[in-house]
């Protein structure tokens, strides 16, 4: 076999260097600026700066409130990926077996996939309106006394809530698609060996899905620590006061809206690094211990 | 015959160049949206109709916060706008970054405008100044908390518009009798604690408020008042004589306009925009209440909104076309138009009077509050604060004061916290200016 090259050396170089600049300029560049930032506490018109070393860091490792948000973003990690992730499943499993209008149903899954994070925000708002919000009218039938942007809690449902329904339909997506890849051979035999339904679907199609299922878990996983952002801001109408909000939201809040550049800097370096760890984790994952045909 | 066309357009062309090239250009970026922001553009328009040698453009950048931000980002690429509208929180940031700005003060000076600190109602002056009293910021929309009431409600629970804070405590509960939220506010750190100082002349942080310094700076929250007011909030939520809907100035708000709260503390620039609700009963407004307990009578409040800064960098020309817009800013007509139309308090004591002779007033009592209560006796601790990092501060403080009211938290702790981070973050500050 002739193997394809190019006649010189310097064309797949020269043919790199549009792409390469531009993660140079608009990746690597700014990333090293943040890291050196976050060394410094600086005037925010660029007039006085300090070289403080790492107590950027350390006084983000000794705030309470840092821990906080932390802590939230965990939570809220954690529980939009699960909601996401099992309503998209489980939709995607019946809407595999319909049949009749089968399309228009994936249609109508599918076309909130198009809503954008700041949209949704603004449909929480109005369902979750304090004064005339349907939702909060039907918690107020039950007793619980919705308190939107009051109450800590309630907040949180809402960004859950808003979150995991904007993000369903991309799973859907991708879990409809994969269900429709495994064989029918498979499927069929399995229908002999087993006639459980369920037990069917947790021996044959949960690990046939494994795959997808890996890829999705860490796509969630971005979606609900990264572009929850339009989400979160909306929601609590670009002032968290005593409302939730995650890392990234931090890193907008006391940068761009507190002018602290240098404590801004640290936060963003330290999320730069989970993005890191979250990346190596997949690729070993996605090495070792799922297969993927 | 096509070709003389062509000559003559472009000689029209050419012609119109030049009368453009004449006239000097200047932008102004600001954070008013809506009515308020068609109001500042027809400030801008009567600037460059008033005379032909200079001309404004005003450019909306999104909030108070958004134009800061997008201010700073401007000046390290050397885009910076000739003026730049910065709030109360922001003030120690751009003032602190001197070389950031041209004084106010010096600019018109220089430029041949009169200026006299003293033209300017007292509790407006020297909130944008150095510590020598030296004006930096131009105060533009400058407003007091006030308390406006439904007077119908009143009228219902047989009550009269309480001064004091121990007064409303007696009409609170005829107030929730009569089917009200007797009071709500709508920004706890400007209404609650910034101004509760002035109101009572208490010291808000050390160093003089601030004004001397950035260095040593220690905010002072953490007093015994302070910890009386808020547990005294708090008691009042749990009765139901306070109703609190968090941190969003229009949702607290609301509750008034629907009718829902007998009596709200808002911002002297909210007489503009209730006018045009068209609410079905009579309110009008009455001073910031205060503590009979703490002092005897109530001292002035000082103005929060924003300032308009002269951005350094700028050619002489531009500069004396700033200087000559805030000279038209700050004439009595203006100053005027912008309080009738808005709400927001004239700056000047000319502008007032102008005012009152005119009449405002007798049609509309309501938006006297502000400009009078400006005009209450001064103290020491009247003039304003000034703290860097202010804005994270204020995020603090509606942090814990919030969770207060959600029962997260005591009124002690919560006092403490804002203390603890608030001086974390004026030492960070102070760093900065090194």
Redesign the interface.
Known sequence: MKRAGFASRWLPILLLVPQLSIILVFFYWPAAYAVKSSFY??????????F?GLENYS?LAD???YLRVTNFTVVFTVLVTFFSLALALLLAVKADKVIRGAKSYRTLLMWVYAVAPPVAGYMGLILFN??WGPLTELFGMFGWEF??????FDTAFAMVVVSVWKQVPVNFIFFLSGLQSIPKSVREAALIDNRSASGRFWDVTFPLLAPTGFFLLIINITYALFDTFGVIDTLV???????PMTLVYKVY??G?????L??SSAQSVVLMLLVLALTVFQFRMVEKRIHYT | MNTMKITAAAAAFALAGTAAFAETEITWWHAMGGNLGETVNKIAEGFNASQDEYKITPVFKGSYEETLTSGIAAFRAGEQPNIMQVFDAGSATVIGAQGATVPVQDLLSENGVDFDINDYIPGVRYFYADNQGKMIGMPFNSSSPVMYYNADALAAAGVEVPTTYEEFEEIAPKLKEAGYIPLVQTHLPWEFVENFHSRHNLPFATNANGYDGAEGTQILVNSDEMKMHFTKVKEWLDEGYFGFFGTGWDDNQAQFEDGKAAMYIGSSGDFGGLTTKGMSFEWGSAYLPYWASITDEGYQTFIGGAALFAMSGKSAEENKATAEFFRYLTSPEVQYMWHRETGYVPVTTAAYELAKADGHYDRFPAAETGPKQLMLQAGENTRGYRMGFYVQIRDVENRELGRVLSGETTVEDALATIEKEGNELLARFAKTQG
């Open positions: 506490l600086q005037d925010p018109f660029g007039f006085g700066q300090t403080v006084s705030s309470a409130e304090q004064r308190n939107l942007r009051a109450d800590y109408k670009g002032e968290p006061a005593n409302n809040i006391d761009f809206r507190g002018n602290d240098g404590g």
